[in-house]
């Protein structure tokens, strides 16, 4: 059974580790991603994008799937399905749809409207024993079109949102989506020292995990971190693996063009990247 994020999260916070959000794209993503959990004993977030959502065939189509899974994988770790970088739209079509956690990301509007929607939003989740995560200062990178630079968030607003009693803070810090550029200027822990200071017991939320050096992922979980978000990193292995089968002719032998076999190392490949996320964000057994 789906479960909000909210207690998971709690513990990690409180625990010094980190839960995992890893995107799924279709099946064999989070079959991958549900099997490498159970088999360590971690609990896990599926993150969604809207653009995934879609690719999926809409929300219900998704929900059915994972709800499907977790009972004949007889999966018995927490596992929460989160709406990532949400709308304000796709927000309630989640919660609609039977999603068990969703982000709303209103880091885009002014801080009064993200504050005034991000409150309604609140209300809803409570009412229906939903995890929220809320956005501040915009994550860099380019995230469904929006490509944004990689800013800081302002403390003082991130305690206006935390204030408002959402689940977790995406807060931005210098972390960007996607491949990190040879310029990168890392991450600003001290912008993160003094979010921590101000939001107290909240779980923070750090976006863009793939490529951050891992001294920089395990300081950011000393700092308060809870949730860690992995998307790139899993299509790179899955595309690596995929290309390898391929490229050494093995879609030509036999009947190596059957879906089930020319996608098996690639899922093999993101059970890899997981249990090594897992392992470095310290959630293995935790569940």
């Known amino acids: 059974m789906l479960v909000s994020a909210k207690e998971m999260l709690e513990k990690a916070k409180a625990g010094h580790y980190a839960v ?10 989070t079959k991958a991603i549900l099997q490498t959990a159970q088999e360590l004993n971690s609990p896990v977030i599926l993150g969604v994008s809207e653009g995934a959502g879609k690719y999926m065939a809409g929300y219900k189509t998704v929900v059915g799937m994972v709800n499907g899974m977790l009972e004949e994988l007889n999966i018995t770790v927490p596992v929460a399905l989160h709406l990532d970088h949400g709308s304000y739209e796709g927000c309630y079509k989640c919660i609609e749809a039977g999603f068990s956690s969703i982000m709303f990301d209103g880091s885009h509007y002014p801080i009064e409207e993200n504050v005034e929607k991000t409150k309604e939003l609140v209300k809803v989740c409570a009412e229906k024993g939903l995890s929220l995560e809320a956005e501040v200062g915009s994550i860099g990178g380019e995230e469904d079109g929006v490509v ?15 204030d408002l009693g959402v689940t977790m803070l995406a807060a931005g810090i210098g972390n960007i989506h996607g491949k990190y550029p040879e310029n990168w200027q890392g991450l600003s822990f001290e912008t993160l020292d003094a979010i921590q200071a101000l939001t ?3 779980p ?5 995990g793939t490529g951050i050096p891992e001294d920089m992922i395990k300081k950011a979980i000393s700092l308060g971190v809870a949730k860690i978000n992995v998307n790139t990193e899993c299509q790179l292995a899955f595309a690596a693996a995929t290309r390898e089968y391929v490229e050494a002719g093995k879609d030509l032998q036999g009947k190596g063009y059957d879906p089930r076999k020319l996608l098996a190392p690639g899922a093999e490949a993101i059970k890899a990247t997981v249990k090594e996320k897992m392992e470095l964000f ?5 569940a």
Request: proline share 3%.
């Open 282 to 286: 310290g959630s293995i057994g935790k």
């Open 20 to 29: 995992g959000q890893f995107n799924i794209n279709n099946l064999e993503w």
């Open 204 to 208: 923070l939320v750090l976006h863009g």
């Open 200 to 202: 107290g017991e909240m």
């Open 148 to 162: 944004g630079m990689g800013e800081c968030a302002d403390p003082n607003e991130c305690k206006m949102i935390a």
